[in-house]
């Protein structure tokens, strides 16, 4: 069986506890002083509402009230920038320590947002598609005197997708005019980019090529495992495939498949696209996700929830190179103990930063009126991608850190650098 969902307890405190863990190394090598700490560490506003909603359960109308989050962490380099996700385990705290995340990642890729997350505490199955709909507006309406184009700009999360940005889209034009840039993420046909909704997924494949490089890889013949098969996870997948990696595993909630010859990414997207959910899917051999952690394969990819890989289950995983796909999906306690073991961890504040980038790309498409192919969208993005790769590399050897210390190390220089020049 699968490992047990964890609580809403469990995941904020190893969210917040990860983040302080991984800073502090990063705090520690720029010599920071406690004042400098807490002030990059303070969120700029965070925001709690309540969102009354009558839904149908059980064959009668009731009224539901869902608590809905937005953490907006700095903004020193730019707009405040961060995904919405729907999803049960949604926690102020935990939506914290993601928001500082964003910030991170915007630093890293040297894109000028700052970072702030969001959410609804909600399981979007749950609800019809008219439901989920006015969920988003009400939201939305309670939300718009924070957010703006040049304030804070909203982007698909877990449980989110380019409808949700949609609806989101709508109802902020209704008292502010045609907003595209509102959000990212976006439908194309509404003015999202090109090429967007595979950005994150594309990056995470075009780094782990990056890393398997350094490590005499070869990405074509390389074995990969795959844990979520969301969009992030599809994605790369599918572009992984492409370079000549063998999937041997990929899976989602309802568990995975393992196929050693390799799985045909392409049927696996269409059967999730006409299912719903790789459950039925006959390209291979039933998996669970606990399973497939623990395969062993040159490439772990996590890209479903924060967490995935721990104390409890490091020692199963048998992988040379993991690439956090995901956020936050290996602890810090399980970091430490791979380290040890000499597996190499591509840190989500590096692997993933693709969909911020990509963000940030159809933001100034909005903003001009003038769209990009979808060829030159990803141009751009292995272009940002290879730089921020190749810096943290340098400052790695030069500090003899590993990569997830150098990224947050030069990261965490970039903010409080700006925060500086522009005075407290």
Not at 13 to 18: I, K, L, N, T, W
Not at 186 to 213: I, M, S
Not at 405 to 414: M, N
């Amino acid at each position: 069986m699968d490992a047990p969902i964890r609580s809403t307890d469990e995941t904020l405190c190893h969210c917040q506890e990860d983040q302080a863990h991984f800073l502090e190394r990063a705090f520690e090598q720029l010599g920071l002083d406690d004042s400098r700490r807490r002030l990059l560490l303070h969120s700029f506003r965070e925001i709690s509402v309540q969102i009354p909603l009558e839904v149908q359960r059980n064959g009668q109308r009731e009224v539901e009230t869902f608590t809905g989050v937005r953490v907006q962490h700095n903004h020193a380099r730019g707009p405040f920038k961060g995904g919405l996700r729907f999803h049960p385990l949604v926690e102020q705290g935990e939506v914290r320590a993601l928001a500082q995340l964003m910030t991170w990642k915007s630093a890293l890729a040297d894109i000028p947002f700052g970072g702030a997350k969001g959410g609804i505490a909600v399981d979007p199955r749950q609800l019809s598609t008219g439901e989920l709909e006015t969920l988003t507006k009400r939201f939305t309406q309670k939300m718009a005197p924070v957010i703006g184009v040049h304030r804070d700009i909203p982007a698909p999360d877990v449980g989110t997708s380019p409808q949700v940005m949609a609806w989101i889209f709508e109802e902020y034009s209704k008292t502010n005019g045609h907003t595209p840039a509102i959000v990212t993420g976006k439908p194309v046909e509404l003015g999202g980019a090109e090429g967007r909704l595979e950005a994150t997924g594309h990056g995470v494949a075009f780094l782990t090529a990056r890393a398997c490089l350094g490590r005499d890889i070869d990405i074509a013949g390389a074995r990969v495992a795959v844990q979520g098969f969301g969009n992030v996870g599809m994605h790369t997948a599918r572009r992984l495939a492409e370079l000549g990696a063998l999937v041997i595993a990929v899976s989602d909630v309802d568990g995975g498949v393992i196929c050693e010859s390799g799985i045909d990414v392409l049927e696996a997207s269409a059967h999730v696209a006409e299912c719903g959910s790789l459950a039925g899917f006959r390209g291979g051999d039933p998996i669970t996700n606990a399973e497939l952690l623990s395969l062993p394969c040159d490439v772990l990819i996590p890209a479903a929830l924060d967490g995935s890989i721990n104390c409890d289950n490091e020692p199963g995983v048998r992988a040379g190179l993991v690439v956090e796909a995901a956020n936050m999906p290996v602890t810090h306690g399980a970091d430490a103990a791979l380290k040890e073991r000499g597996v190499e961890v591509v840190p989500d504040v590096l692997a993933n930063v693709g969909g911020v980038a990509a963000s940030y790309f159809e933001w100034v498409q909005n903003l001009q009126q003038l769209p990009w192919s979808r060829d030159a969208l990803l141009g751009r993005l292995e272009e940002h991608l290879a730089r921020a790769f190749d810096t943290v590399i340098a400052l790695r050897e030069h500090r003899g850190v590993d990569l997830r210390t150098a990224a947050y190390e030069l990261a965490v220089a970039r903010v409080l650098r700006a925060v500086e020049l522009r005075g407290f």
